[in-house]
């Protein structure tokens, strides 16, 4: 039997790896100079909580999530975004008494049952940051200007940052009244799909992407039109904020997202070079959530950006970070001293140099040619003649130079030449 990896996921290879581990240290140590601290949790969490919390009629609740009963007959789901969880985690680990407003960032793998295609798997990864405690259009400016400082850090050109308010509790009742009576006017020309939102979901007619659909809802009522003075209000305040920070943005009208805790702000970037799937990260303000999920009445808010598109999105502007993937070191040695390469570059090892051997006691000629492939900046080589004499022989792989030192020597000298070459290499 063949064992495959399932549909929608994928190995994350070596040099994959190392270029991700590049992407996340660069947003652990931005988020850190924002005051944002890490969280992580668990993989599952309760069915209900997502169902409270991204909403019932949701498309990940309705036909995106890996639920499944365990063995005591519970329901739990495969987390299909950080927020909820990270909002119970907030609640019941009394997170605001250790720090109020607090400020979590995450880097997490979801699973959502969608169906796969470029940008788009079952299980991905999120980089994402959540606010409690801060009601303000500042910090709504502050979370934009944090992912696009992200984007900018990485060297992202070509991109674009979308906005919108989706008003509150109190005004949008008012707004989906009108809009459901645009779109009963109009039901026959509406796609099957959003025929059902009418009544499942009206506010999803505008992440159609039906043509037909599109060119009717352009004279929808609009929701960013019909929010209350107080959302009003916020809204111009974030963007003022925005624009105290440099920080190119457009307003979409149409920009309602995907999850149901959203009210007021809501923002995604967006790139032209990713095709259908667009969205390379999304976020907004969620002032209801935290008491939904039964903490005190908390705002909320946060975004959360797609590793993969990020990393599609690097490589469609040709700025992959670049990584090391070789070694410093290569220690090569005759037949019958592998135990001085295997002291010596453990002791490279101890102080922090990248160091490799031969562990299949391979000839000297097949040994050079691996130290090569590794891209060594030095050899050692350990040959019978200078061994008896205490002494080993140092190559240094860029310039040919040989010299010939002692074992007690032979650590710090190596350490030097790494500088160096370093050096020369930057
Ligand atoms: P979201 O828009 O559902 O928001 O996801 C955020 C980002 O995750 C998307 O912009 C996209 O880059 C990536 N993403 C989503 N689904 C997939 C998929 N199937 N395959 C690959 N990448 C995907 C949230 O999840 C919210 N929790 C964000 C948030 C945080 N809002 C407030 N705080």
Redesign the pocket.
């Known amino acids: 039997m063949e064992y495959r990896r399932i549909k ?1 996921t994928r190995d994350i290879l070596p040099e994959e790896g190392l270029i991700r581990k590049r992407i996340f240290s660069i947003a652990e140590n931005l988020f850190l100079t924002f005051g944002f601290l890490p969280i992580s949790t668990p993989v599952f969490e309760q069915t209900e909580l997502f169902v409270r919390g ?1 909403g019932e009629a949701s498309d ?1 609740v309705q036909k ?1 999530m890996y639920t499944f009963l365990d063995r005591s007959n519970r329901s739990l789901t495969l987390r ?5 969880p ?1 909002v119970r985690a907030y609640i019941e680990n009394n997170l605001s008494s250790f720090r109020f407003p607090s400020k979590l960032f995450y880097i997490m793998p ?1 699973y ?1 049952y ?1 169906r ?1 295609q470029k ?4 299980e ?3 980089i ?3 606010v409690f405690g801060a009601p303000g259009p500042d910090v709504d400016s502050e979370v934009i200007f944090l992912m696009v400082e992200y984007f900018k850090k990485l060297g992202l050109k070509n991109f674009t940052t979308e906005i919108n308010t989706i008003g509150c509790r109190k005004c949008r009742p008012l707004f989906l009244d009108k809009l459901v009576e645009f779109l009963n006017e109009h039901s026959e020309d509406l796609c099957s799909d959003c025929r059902k939102r009418i009544d499942l979901n009206p506010l999803r007619v505008f992440d159609c992407k039906n043509e037909r659909c599109i060119t009717l809802l352009k004279d929808a009522p609009k929701v960013s039109e019909s929010v209350c003075e107080e959302c009003l209000l916020h809204f111009e305040g974030v963007m003022n904020h925005l624009r105290m920070l440099n920080v190119d943005f457009e307003v979409n009208p149409f920009l309602v ?3 149901d ?2 009210e007021k702000t809501t923002f ?2 967006k790139s032209p070079l990713l095709g259908a ?1 667009s ?8 002032d209801p959530l935290v008491k939904e999920c039964g903490g005190e009445d908390t705002p ?11 990393l599609m999105q690097l490589e469609e502007e040709g700025i992959v970070p670049q990584i090391e993937i070789g070694t410093d070191v290569y220690i090569v040695s005759y037949r019958g001293l592998e135990t001085k390469a295997f002291e010596v570059a453990n002791q490279l090892r101890k102080i922090g140099i990248k160091t490799e051997y031969d562990y299949l006691k391979r000839s000297m000629k097949a040994q050079f040619k691996q130290a090569d492939k590794l891209g060594a900046k030095v050899s050692v080589i350990v040959a019978p003649e200078e061994h008896e004499r205490n002494l080993v022989k140092l190559r240094n792989m860029i310039t040919g130079e040989e010299n010939l030192v002692s074992y007690d020597e032979v650590v710090g000298l190596i350490k030097t030449m790494v500088e160096k070459v370093d050096e020369r290499c930057q």
């Open positions: 929608g991204i990940i995106e299909p975004e950080g927020t909820a990270v979801m959502r969608e796969p940008g788009r798997l079952r991905f990864w999120q994402g940051v959540e997202r995907g999850l805790y959203y995604e970037v799937q969205a390379i990260g999304g976020g907004g303000r969620y909320g808010l946060g975004f959360a950006i797609g590793v993969e598109r990020l």
